[in-house]
């Protein structure tokens, strides 16, 4: 227990400090593993677990949210594609150039080798990537989906691969995977009976664990994209959001031991940080890449350079790709330290630069070549809020409430905005006035000012982070209307009243004095019920004598 205590006492040390420094505190966590291994305190094996239980959860979440019809997209299959024939072709030739110049570790190596490097390198973190995109609550958003799709395609070549490299095929059973389909129809109906408590989490735990990763694990597959693809079958039932939202804090409570594990793979050397920060150097070539790519696929240059930063990073997948290469006598064990080095200072270094807010890419976007709007992606091109008076960001729950509210009650003309596609689907169906659009956006809001109907802005978006930039871009962009938040926590509401929000408002203090304004509209309609059923039962001559003794 005091080596445990050692662990617990340098990662919340660090990741707090990280916090106080205003990054990420999975940069704390990073240098924490590397600090444990410094004062080479001893290994915790139950770490590992750890980390591969919080991989598997997070894998199972994403399939939980997952529309597999993102996948088939041009600008997901084939950025994918092309993004890692170039980073190979690429990377491998900036890699040579290294060896010819006499770095020591390159020197000598085949071409093989370096392509081996190259490809392990193309690779984004999947755990990084999520984690961020859940961090800004943007992982619906389009460039969110889109990084998302490209990360679970890197994931299908990453299973060709190991399957290719583990020189035997998958087991015959795993044909039998067919069967999960009709299963998962069986799983969902006792889903539906287990209510909204522990056993529901419990349930999404098994699933993750059981049919999804020791199953794929059995027949010969990645255990990790098991869980997704268990995810996805799943993704179908009404309670799939609530499940993710469930095993979230459970999720990021684990990963932390991911992060830390990382930095326990070993100690650099001073050639060893030479070649990681070389490798780091490539970053900015790699998010580039996806920039230019997204672009020719007609997606706005902010969309593409949020995605493109998102992916602007090394994977875990790098360090499987290097124990292979190990493992075959390609590369000496010492690459396993030097990849760990590189996707570590990568994550720091895609913390620093997605930490900066919005507002950066949009400057970067503005010193860009105007694009053709009639020729963008469809979900690209730009929407227009009408004669709306109000205009209510975020559309789940309490945006829904609020949008019903004020146009049932107060008769005020409103339009919602969300960037979830099938729920606008679902809302338009209905008959609401929804557009799709990312409050994020700073052109967003520039379109918005076009609108001069629009005077409230109510920002109902669920994470606190996304509405702080929704809030920065209305501010920019010049709004001068009455702007209205929702929070979870008293210190978001009085961050947003400090930062000049109009109106800030706890969404828990609303659901209470919702429900005293319902006790208190039933109990007067049960007295007036009562009053009536007396005044029925009261002969008529002595209701008018009653009548007349109160008058003057």
Not at 70 to 95: D, K, P, Q, Y
Not at 180 to 208: N, Y
Not at 293 to 310: D, I, P
Request: charged share 15%.
């Amino acid at each position: 227990m005091t080596v445990v205590a050692i662990y617990l006492v340098i990662t919340f040390g660090l990741g707090g400090l990280a916090l106080a420094l205003r990054l990420p505190p999975l940069v704390g966590f990073l240098a924490a593993g590397f600090v444990i291994n410094a004062l080479n305190v001893e290994h915790v094996p139950q770490l590992e677990i750890l980390a591969d239980l919080g991989v598997t959860l997070l894998l199972f979440a994403i399939g939980l949210k997952l529309d597999v019809r993102i996948l088939l997209r041009r600008e997901v299959w084939l950025t994918t594609s092309a993004h890692m024939v170039i980073s190979v072709v690429l990377g491998g030739v900036v890699l040579w150039l290294a060896a010819v110049a006499g770095l020591a570790m390159l020197v000598g190596q085949s071409m093989q080798t370096i392509a081996l490097l190259a490809f392990a390198l193309s690779f984004s973190s999947t755990v990084f990537v999520v984690k961020v995109l859940e961090e800004r609550g943007e992982s619906h958003a389009l460039y969110g989906r889109v990084a998302i799709g490209i990360l679970v395609m890197q994931d299908i070549v990453a299973v060709v691969f190991l399957t290719a490299t583990s020189g035997h095929l998958p087991s015959p059973w795993a044909l039998a995977l067919v069967g999960l389909w009709p299963l998962t129809r069986v799983l969902r109906r006792i889903w539906s009976k287990l209510g909204h408590g522990e056993m529901q989490s419990l349930f999404g735990i098994v699933m993750a664990l059981v049919p999804g990763y020791a199953l794929f694990s059995a027949v010969g597959l990645k255990g990790d994209l098991g869980a997704l693809v268990i995810g996805v079958l799943l993704a179908s039932h009404p309670a799939s959001s609530e499940l993710a939202r469930s095993l979230f804090h459970i999720k990021e409570l684990l990963l932390v031991g991911f992060f830390v594990s990382i930095g326990l793979t070993g100690l650099p050397d001073l050639p060893t940080i030479v070649i990681a920060v070389l490798m780091v150097a490539l970053l900015p070539f790699k998010a580039a890449g996806y920039v230019v790519l997204l672009a020719l696929m007609k997606l706005r240059y902010r969309t593409a350079l949020l995605a493109g930063l998102s992916l602007m990073n090394y994977s875990e997948f790098g360090l499987i790709v290097v124990s292979v290469g190990v493992s075959a006598g390609m590369l000496a064990p010492a690459w396993l330290v030097e990849i760990s080095i590189a996707v570590a200072l990568s994550f720091v270094a895609s913390a620093l630069v997605n930490g900066r807010g919005h507002l950066m890419v949009e400057k970067i976007a503005a010193r860009l070549p105007a694009q053709n709007l009639a020729t963008l992606h469809p979900e690209e091109r730009p929407l227009d809020a009408g004669d709306a008076e109000v205009v209510v960001i975020g559309m789940g729950r309490v945006g829904f409430a609020a949008y019903q509210r004020m146009t049932d009650h107060y008769g005020l003309r409103v339009v919602g905005v969300d960037y979830d596609g099938p729920r606008i689907g679902r809302l338009k169906e209905s008959g609401l006035n929804v557009i799709e659009g990312d409050a994020t956006d700073l052109d967003f809001w520039n379109r918005m000012q076009r609108s001069d109907s629009v005077r409230i802005a109510v920002l109902a978006m669920p994470r606190h982070g996304a509405n702080v930039t929704a809030l920065e871009c209305l501010r920019v962009s010049g709004f001068s209307g009455q702007v209205a938040a929702v929070a979870r926590y008293d210190d978001e509401v009085q961050w947003a009243k400090d930062h000049g929000v109009d109106i800030a408002f706890n969404v828990y203090a609303g659901a209470g004095l919702e429900l005293a304004d319902q006790v208190a509209s039933g109990d007067d309609a049960r007295s007036e019920a009562e009053a009536r059923d007396a005044d029925a039962d009261t002969p008529i001559g002595s209701r008018a004598d009653n009548d007349q003794s109160g008058g003057p």
